[in-house]
């Protein structure tokens, strides 16, 4: 079975600074999605970025980017020039290639921004 | 851009009563998923719906029963309401059942 472990529960971040999320999944499949989920406040799920496996560039959502690393079985996230908005929980999700397959999530990081 | 409805977007039940949460997925979106995210703790799917067929299953409780319908929005059934129910119910949608999943606003249940 598929396991997404992210080991900071919470983390903090000055604004206009860089942070990085760490997530690590474990998986026997070589064919897979990994994505970032922000979740406000409001509860509210957000995709922020999204990951295929078979893609060996890593990919960049504006001031999101991700450091991925299958051997490794790595996958963080990098939020560049940090706002007041991006606190919130962010969850590390690991999806099968197979259609229709659901997703696994992290425990989740809380990221808290200072000014 | 449209995107998922959830609705009631809050309920409250008493003990062994019963609930029933619809969602209405994105339009042309086929896949719905169902989500249960208890407080303090990450969503756990529970039960997905392709083309009106039920495609995956999570560790969704026997009490509760979910379908999609005709115009692909699918309803979540709980029976025998428990304290341990209260929390946030996603519901997520996707076209073919590929790529990323967009959820809802949620519906939160309080079970008092």
């Known amino acids: 079975a598929q396991t997404v472990t992210q080991s900071q529960p919470e983390m903090s971040v000055q604004e206009a600074e860089t942070v990085t999320l760490s997530c690590t999944y474990d998986t026997s499949e070589s064919d897979y999605y990994l994505f970032w989920y922000k979740q406000p406040p409001s509860r509210q799920m957000i995709l922020v970025i999204r990951q295929e496996a078979y893609k060996q560039q890593n990919a960049t959502e504006n001031r999101f980017s991700v450091n991925f690393q299958k051997a490794a079985k790595s996958f963080s996230l990098k939020i560049s020039d940090s706002q007041l908005g991006d606190a919130a929980m962010y969850f590390c999700?690991?999806?099968?290639?197979?259609?229709?397959?659901?997703?696994?999530f992290g425990t989740g990081t809380r990221l808290q921004v200072f000014p | 851009a449209a995107g998922v409805i959830q609705s009631p977007r809050h309920l409250i039940k008493e003990k062994r009563e019963t609930a029933t949460l619809k969602c209405y997925p994105i339009p042309r979106h086929d896949t719905v998923y169902w989500y249960q995210q208890g407080p303090g703790q990450d969503p756990q799917f529970l039960i997905s719906f392709y083309e009106k067929m039920q495609s995956d299953k999570g560790s969704i409780p026997d009490r509760f029963s979910a379908q999609q319908f005709s115009d692909y929005h699918s309803e979540l059934n709980m029976s025998s309401l428990e304290l341990g129910d209260s929390a946030l119910y996603y519901c997520a949608s996707s076209p073919g059942g590929v790529g990323e999943q967009y959820f809802g606003p949620g519906t939160r249940l309080t079970v008092t």
């Open positions: 999700a690991y999806r099968s290639a197979r259609n229709t397959d659901k997703l696994i």
